[in-house]
């Protein structure tokens, strides 16, 4: 199962535009709690909620939504619609006049989901700079798109990597260090803090990281390999 959040966002907007709510609330519920993160992901939830007549539920996600991005005009206008159905209309009003306020006080925002494509675009070129080895230059894209999209946790792993590999390993430990803290169930950073730390020559916080990683996902074989490099097999066994 591909768990790039980027990916899963992507599918689940083409199933929502396609009108196909449940496979789109089945493929964003693979996002876990980070779905919180994502104010497109929330808007769309709230949508696909009141189809269904749970409102409460709408509400929560509409509101997690402006909570995220206050400019979000669609997420404004929805929150409204559940407002003045409850009969809140002033509520409803205030709502959607502070985004609007907030949008012509910056009208060259971006939209959320255009932001986040951009992101991922400064992402790729980022990407063929690593692997034709060029890490400055990869460095460079990789924070131009976390610019775009703090919260773009693989790509905050893609920086952290391309700044060990270029020899910036503190500087990669603290990126490291802040995903595992903003997304402790990202066990993606985990490992890569675990391998930082070997590279840097600091085993035992090597190995607390893999072994965290293992107590997260039992059986995860990449930890398992690398805990194997501080845990030889005993002799004899195969």
């Given at each position: ?7 899963v966002?992507?599918l689940?907007?083409g199933?929502?535009e ?8 089945k ?11 994502f104010?497109d992901v929330?808007?769309?939830l709230?949508?696909?909620f009141h189809d269904?007549g749970?409102?409460?539920r709408?509400q929560?996600c ?5 909570a995220?991005?206050p ?6 206008l929805n929150l409204?619609v559940?407002?003045n159905d ?14 609007r ?17 951009i992101a ?5 070129i980022?990407?063929v700079?690593?692997q034709?080895?060029?890490l400055p230059r990869a460095i ?7 610019e775009?999209g703090?919260?773009f946790?693989?790509?905050?792993l893609?920086l ?13 430990l603290k990126e490291l260090?802040v995903?595992?803290?903003e997304a402790?169930g990202?066990t993606p ?13 600091q085993?035992?916080d090597?190995?607390?990281?893999w072994?965290e990683?293992?107590?997260q ?6 930890a398992e390999?690398?805990l194997?490099l501080l845990r030889p097999?005993?002799k004899?066994?195969i």
């Amino acid at each position: 199962m591909d768990d790039d959040p980027r990916h899963v966002v992507t599918l689940g907007k083409g199933l929502f535009e396609k009108g196909l709510y449940a496979d789109a609330e089945k493929a964003l519920s693979k996002l876990g709690e980070a779905a919180k993160n994502f104010a497109d992901v929330q808007n769309m939830l709230g949508v696909i909620f009141h189809d269904r007549g749970q409102f409460a539920r709408a509400q929560r996600c509409f509101e997690q939504a402006l909570a995220l991005n206050p400019g979000y005009t669609e997420a404004a206008l929805n929150l409204s619609v559940i407002y003045n159905d409850a009969g809140r209309y002033e509520d409803g009003r205030r709502i959607y006049e502070e985004a609007r306020a907030r949008q012509q006080a910056n009208p060259s925002a971006l939209d959320p989901f255009l932001q986040g494509k951009i992101a991922n675009l400064y992402a790729e070129i980022g990407d063929v700079f690593a692997q034709s080895g060029q890490l400055p230059r990869a460095i460079d894209e990789y924070r131009r798109a976390l610019e775009l999209g703090p919260k773009f946790h693989d790509i905050r792993l893609k920086l952290a990597a391309a700044l060990r590999d270029s020899g910036q390993r503190d500087t990669a430990l603290k990126e490291l260090e802040v995903m595992v803290r903003e997304a402790p169930g990202f066990t993606p950073a985990r490992v890569a803090l675990g391998v930082t730390y070997y590279t840097a020559g600091q085993m035992a916080d090597a190995e607390r990281a893999w072994d965290e990683v293992i107590k997260q996902r039992p059986g995860d074989r990449v930890a398992e390999m690398y805990l194997s490099l501080l845990r030889p097999a005993p002799k004899g066994s195969i």
